[in-house]
């Protein structure tokens, strides 16, 4: 089972963000 780890961080145009990074395109 492959994990995927999500990072949420502040935006300046938005209340947050998250973005995976083992998702291309994301």
Known sequence: MKQ???L???DT???F???FP???GV
Do not use: L, Q, R
């Open 4 to 6: 995927y780890i999500g």
């Open 8 to 10: 949420i961080h502040k």
């Open 13 to 15: 145009d938005s209340d």
């Open 17 to 19: 963000g998250v973005s």
């Open 22 to 24: 083992d998702f291309p």
